[in-house]
């Protein structure tokens, strides 16, 4: 039988909802159920793929070329289940769903409305979760209180109702915020978003309360009074000191416990999950035998959630090789200068590595950070965009030709990299015109490679066959393979039919990898992802050099 758990925020936004369900996630997984979670975004657009980074963090890429919420990312890190297409949609697309549907004539002529036709459309995307686990967790984004979200509260409430209280559980996580002048954490706002649950007729029987310091019991009896709540079931939830601590610290507040018990699963509450690998991961945090420096040269990097899988990814890395690795990031303008000035940004680093990017503001900087890199053989690392940049930096300087660019952003030019129009899917031809739709229309999810032989990334992968997830839209050109090869930089990854580079790397170079995918999608704390653990592996070994 499946249970539901719908989650909910109130108070403000940024509660760390995401990492909350992921925990709790991890720790049902962890008592030996299966889990499955999703999250329903209540914004319009059809999936994040068109927003910018800045507003909305990074775009997770799953497996079958989703483009989705970076909760997803916390969900599969913690639970190590492959995220897909049917764990996350928005209210673009429910309402994409429902017009289509309109248009099709298959309503048979009735009004359409927000209830019960797009209540109807949310409610069916979370029953066909039903069977495919023990728990399904369900995220709403947005807070309790917000227009957007209604529709999605009353899907949820309808949903509740009927599946039974045995079946489903509302859980609502909200903030305490501490009042300096008071000296005293507050509870009137969490009162006030359960009642503003209440009033859509959600009734919630946990509560997460997040706050940045102890909370007393006398404060979470009031809630409990005030808000019709278990007192138990009042659960203080504190900052943690790293959000692998996460599962941990909600284990010993009893989350889990108190979660099955109100599921009427008492003889279950009360034994204990396997938080072995979760302690493992901490111990490593807690006690590093060395600390190293990645400078990340990109363009989003004033808000941290832009690249928030490449961020876990490179901790996995320091986790696997008992390093702490402390993240510079430099906005790539900043390189668009001369040796020196490079120079000293980069100052104490151990890697460079550039990651995903779009657009020409800031490709400069990262051609120039790639140079720096190569000639100065230090560790480098370019993802997706990274590759793109690495391959024009040598095609420049050490192939001489001056007008290489990216058709992304210069339309004159020798194009080494180049708009990609047609690819292989599943045998399919996949094809693209420079005019399509920007949305969902890049080269998405997990597509195979063939690594070279004898190849630093084959010996790193341990394989030649690999798959990794994709998302861009431009390609290097395959031309320039020899001429390139030459010069030492050796494209060891190719697409199966051979027509597209997929990783780069040099042989006269301690560790220069650039690879066309999104490697940190797949890194877990359990599972580091092999190239960053190599790559922080040689930032190490850089380190005792200087
Ligand atoms: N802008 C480049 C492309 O579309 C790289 C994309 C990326 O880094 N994800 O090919």
Known sequence: MTRFIFITGGVVSSLGKGLGSAALGALLQARGYKVRLCKLDPYLNVDPG???????????????????????????????????????????RIYT??????????????????????????????????????????????????????????????????????????????????????????????????????????????????????????????????CNIDEEKVIPALDASSIYEVPLTYHKVGLDTQVLDAFGLKDEAKKEPDLGAWERIMRRIKNPETEVTIAVVGKYTNLADSYKSLNEALV????????????????????????????????????????????????????????????????????CFGLQMAVLEAVRNQLGIDKATSSEFDEDGEHVIGLMTEWTKDNKKEERGSDTDLGGTMRLGAYPAKLKEGSKVAEIYGTTDIEERHRHRFEVNINYKDRLEEQGLIFSGLSPDGNLPEICERNDHPWFIGVQYHPELKSKPFDPHPLFVSFIEAAIAQGRLV
């Open 50 to 92: 068109t927003m910018s980074p800045f507003q909305h963090g990074e775009v997770f890429v799953t497996d079958d070329g989703a483009e989705t919420d970076l909760d997803l990312g916390h969900y599969e890190r913690f639970t190590g289940n492959p995220a897909c297409q049917n764990d996350n949609v928005t209210t673009g």
């Open 316 to 383: 996995h890395g320091g986790i696997a090789n008992k390093a702490k690795v402390k993240i510079k990031f430099i906005e790539a303008t900043l390189f668009d200068q001369d040796e020196a000035g490079i120079a000293h940004e980069l100052q104490g680093v151990n890697g460079i590595l550039v990651p995903g990017g779009f657009g020409e503001r800031g490709a400069e900087g990262k051609i120039k950070a790639a140079q720096y890199a190569r000639e100065k053989k230090i560790p480098y690392f370019g993802i």
């Open 97 to 226: 769903n429902v017009l289509q549907k309109e248009r099709r004539g298959e309503y048979l002529g009735a009004t359409v409305q927000v209830i019960p036709h797009v209540t109807n459309e949310i409610k069916d995307f979370i029953a066909e979760k039903d069977g495919t686990a023990d728990f399904v967790l369900c995220e709403i984004g947005g807070t309790v209180g917000d227009i957007e979200s209604l529709p999605f509260l009353e899907a949820i409430r309808q949903f509740g109702n009927e599946m039974g209280r045995e079946r489903a559980l509302f859980l609502h996580v909200t903030l305490l915020p501490y009042i300096p002048a008071a000296g005293e954490l507050k509870t009137k706002p969490t009162q006030h978003s359960v009642k503003e649950l209440m009033a859509v007729g959600i009734r919630p029987r946990i509560l997460l309360c997040r706050a940045d310091r102890e909370i007393d019991q006398s404060d979470l009896n009031k809630i409990a009074l005030f």
